[in-house]
C-alpha cells in the first residue's frame, strides 16, 4: 500500500510540478514547485520530499515535506510548467508570463525574465486578460489566455518570436506541444485546434469535443 503524505500549508495552491529528473536517472523526482491564488500575496515556491524525515515505530522512514524556498508571484499562478532543472514558466492572471530561476546552491528564487503584457484584451488599455495555459520546449515556451490569443516565446530573448492575435474568438484554456512545430489548444466552448507554427496562424484541424 503507498504512503500518502500530507502537509497544511497556510496559502491556496493552484498548480504544482515535479522536477523532471535527467534522462540517464533511475530515481524518482523528489522536489517540485508550486504556486498559490486568490491569497492576498501569491508565491511561487519549491519543496522537496528526500532527505527530511524520520523512523516511525514501524522503523519505516516516513518522509517530510520540506519547503526550500518561495518568492512573491504577481497575479495568481494560473499554470506553472519547469523549462528545466533550474527554471521555472509561470502563467498569471495578470496576464504576464515569467521564468524564475531556482539557485540550488542556496535555495532561493529570482526572477530571470518576463513578458508584462503577453496576454490583453483589445482596447481595454493595457488591461492584461488571465494568461490560461503554458508549455514548454526548451527554449520555447507557448501561451494562451483569455484574449484568445497565442504567444511563443524563446527562454533568452525578451521580445516576442511571434503573435496570433485572433487564434480563437473564445477564451483559450489550454496548450500542449504535440511535435516540435506542432501545438494542441482547447477553448472555452470545447474546441480543439492544432496548429502548425513553421505557417502563419496555420489551422492544421480542428475538433468540437462538445
Known sequence: MENIKAKFVSQK????????????????????????????????????????????????????????????????????????????????????????????????????????????HVGSNGIGAPCTGIVCNSPEIVSVGEDGRINVFRADSKDLVRTIDDADSSAMHAVTFLRTTEILTVNSIGQLKMWDLRQQAMILHKYSLC
Open 13 to 120: 495552491i493552484s498548480k504544482t510540478r515535479w522536477r523532471p529528473e535527467p534522462a540517464s536517472s533511475l530515481q524518482q523526482p523528489d522536489l517540485f514547485a508550486a504556486g498559490s491564488w486568490d491569497n492576498e500575496e501569491n508565491k511561487v515556491s519549491i519543496w522537496s520530499t528526500g532527505e527530511f524525515g524520520a523512523i516511525n515505530m514501524d522503523e519505516d522512514y516516513v518522509a517530510d515535506i520540506k519547503l526550500l524556498c518561495e518568492i512573491r508571484h504577481k497575479g495568481d499562478v494560473t499554470d506553472l510548467q519547469f523549462l528545466d532543472q533550474e527554471r521555472i514558466v509561470t502563467a498569471s492572471s495578470t496576464g504576464k508570463v515569467s521564468i524564475f530561476r531556482h539557485h540550488q546552491t542556496n535555495e532561493t528564487l529570482s526572477e530571470k525574465q518576463k513578458w508584462e503584457h503577453a496576454h490583453r
